[in-house]
């Protein structure tokens, strides 16, 4: 794949976006916070669009974290109103880019009614052939992992496995990304350089690519600029090269 500027493009499989910095973006603005995660949402689209015309396989996004209740009720609950907005807003769009969306997080914490409209987005998007876009949504990778030995040692008290048996491919198969290709790059806009709870397990090989963009201003440029980036990485995975 080539760029406007006929640059060749190393694209990856899968990429990983932690969309972090919607407040900070709001305040540099005087705006509440709610306005930062309401453009954050909109830049979903956005960015889905170009991955797709980037020709990427699989775009996670990591829209709040199970850490993210800690924050003031009227953030959270507005937060809570994201999945409503994803099924109003982007349906035409990616019906027209063809785009597969999943959700990946706890089904313990979120209302009836998110539920209802996570399970329908993924129902009616399920046999589309295009990007997979996998929203993170009360999404936390320490629970993924454990609810993965949770669902293993049920089958080893079961007698299905044996704890000896219990291999890593096991493991990657009761996350909630096992139907997604291995993750290949994992770009954290907004200036932090953490992970934040995200994605541990498949990161482990990952490229990881940070920038100072908020989430809201992170464009279809930045992407490439993240792509030439990943595009120049020797990726050994222990090996010599
Ligand atoms: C990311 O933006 C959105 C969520 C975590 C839900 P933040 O809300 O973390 O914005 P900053 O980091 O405070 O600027
Ligand atoms: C990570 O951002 C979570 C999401 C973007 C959903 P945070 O803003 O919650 O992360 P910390 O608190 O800076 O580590
Ligand atoms: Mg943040």
Redesign the pocket.
């Known amino acids: 794949m080539f760029n406007k500027k006929n640059k060749e493009l190393n694209i990856p499989n899968h990429i990983a976006i ?10 540099k603005r005087g705006m509440p ?1 709610t306005y ?2 309401q453009k ?1 949402v909109e830049n979903i689209r956005t960015i889905a669009l170009a991955a797709s015309d980037f020709g990427i396989k699989a775009l996670s996004v ?4 199970t850490e ?1 209740w800690k ?1 003031p009720k009227d ?1 959270v609950d507005f ?1 809570m109103k994201l999945p409503a907005e994803f099924e109003k807003k982007f349906k035409d769009d990616f019906k027209k880019y063809d785009i597969k969306v999943m959700f990946s997080g706890r089904k313990t914490h979120l209302s009836d009614k998110n539920l209802e409209i996570l399970e329908r987005i993924t129902e009616n998007t399920k046999d589309r052939q295009g990007l997979i876009l996998n929203i993170c949504f009360d999404y936390g990778s320490q629970t993924e992992i454990t609810e993965a030995v949770q669902l293993i040692s049920q089958e080893v008290k079961e007698n299905k496995i044996k704890p000896e048996n219990i291999s890593k491919e096991m493991i990657t198969e009761r996350l909630y990304t096992k139907d997604l290709p291995e993750l290949d790059l994992l770009i954290r806009p ?1 200036g ?1 350089v953490r992970l934040s709870n995200f994605l541990l397990w498949q990161a482990a090989y990952a490229e990881l690519y940070f920038c100072d963009t ?2 809201p201003a992170f464009s279809k440029k930045s992407l490439e600029k993240a792509l030439l980036d990943f595009t120049k990485r020797n990726r050994r995975f222990g090996g010599l090269k």
Do not use: T, V
């Not at 932690?18 to 305040?27: E, Y």
């Not at 990591?62 to 974290?65: D, E, G």
């Open positions: 932690i969309l972090d910095g919607n407040g900070r973006w709001a305040k916070r930062g995660h954050g990591y829209a709040f974290s993210n924050r953030e937060l907004s932090e908020y989430w």
